[in-house]
């Protein structure tokens, strides 16, 4: 493992993100949904947003900002809250993520902030509640399926939650297939896409929300993965996109 001194941090801000990018889809900048998480990411960076990447040839990257502006639905005002934390390929097992992580508790505690939170999950291009673990976060609320909001506190202040009410909020879309998609990954336009074309090839009819805000997040995403999810029949039919083929599956899966 290298040491820690040893590891590159790149600092992406509102000035240098059009030339650096943002990791995810580098390959694919005049993407729509490239093009979409850049007009996020510009508005974000004044609300307190970092964003960190790996240089020296590591891949990987942590999001950050101040909870009040989380895009999840969680209450964690006076948390920095982490978005997303995600180490790929070679990179795996050099402890890049603790670094990540490292930098990111760093910056809460010179910011004042009260701990630092994120929610959880195995699998979903989620990080797994394992990592935080070892590094002194606990899980301090469960939704389902399988989410933990872990936290790492510095002070008293009160725990985040969860906003939960999840089928409260599902059944207010009690016809056809309802999709719930933010701009805060760019891979949910093809998500999207794929959705709309699958429920169209089965004669379902299909709606998109469009969450433009974390306050919106927080009152209308139907699971706790919070910047996409889709509602079938007033029902949480996905807590995390599907493409084509799982679509498919399940809806067989529903008629039987």
């Known amino acids: 493992m290298p040491k820690e001194d ?3 941090l ?3 801000t509102a000035e240098n993100v059009d030339e650096l990018g943002f990791f995810c889809l580098m390959s694919r900048r005049k993407s729509e949904g490239y093009q979409r998480k850049l007009r996020w990411l510009k508005a974000r960076f004044a609300e307190g947003m970092r964003l960190k990447m790996l240089g020296g ?5 942590i999001e950050y900002i101040p909870g009040e502006y989380a895009w999840r639905p969680v209450n964690a005002k006076g948390y920095m809250f982490i978005h997303c934390l995600w180490v ?3 990179s795996k097992g050099h402890g890049y993520a603790t670094a990540l992580l490292e930098a990111c508790i760093q910056d809460a505690k010179q910011a004042g902030m009260h701990g630092v939170a994120m929610v959880t999950s195995e699998g979903n291009w989620m990080v797994g509640k394992k990592l935080l673990e070892k590094h002194g976060f606990e899980a301090v609320d469960q939704a389902p399926p399988s989410y933990n909001l872990m936290v790492m506190r510095f002070d008293q202040a009160p725990t985040p939650t969860f906003s939960n009410n999840w089928a409260d909020k599902s059944s207010r879309y009690p016809k ?3 999709v719930f998609r933010s701009d805060q990954c760019p891979y949910l336009e093809d ?3 794929a959705t709309r074309e ?3 090839e089965l004669g379902i009819e299909c709606r998109v929300v469009e969450l433009t805000s974390a306050q919106e997040v927080r009152e209308l995403a139907p699971s706790p993965y919070g910047v996409v999810g889709t509602v079938y029949e007033g029902e949480l039919f996905a807590h995390h996109y599907l493409l084509r083929k799982e679509l498919l ?3 067989d899966e529903l008629k039987k």
Do not use: H, P, Q
């Open 6 to 8: 040893a590891v590159e």
């Open 10 to 12: 790149i600092d992406v």
């Open 57 to 61: 040839g590591a891949r990987g990257f």
């Open 88 to 90: 790929v390929g070679k």
């Open 176 to 178: 056809g297939l309802t």
């Open 191 to 193: 998500a999207v896409n």
């Open 198 to 200: 699958t429920a169209e």
């Open 249 to 251: 599956k399940r809806f």
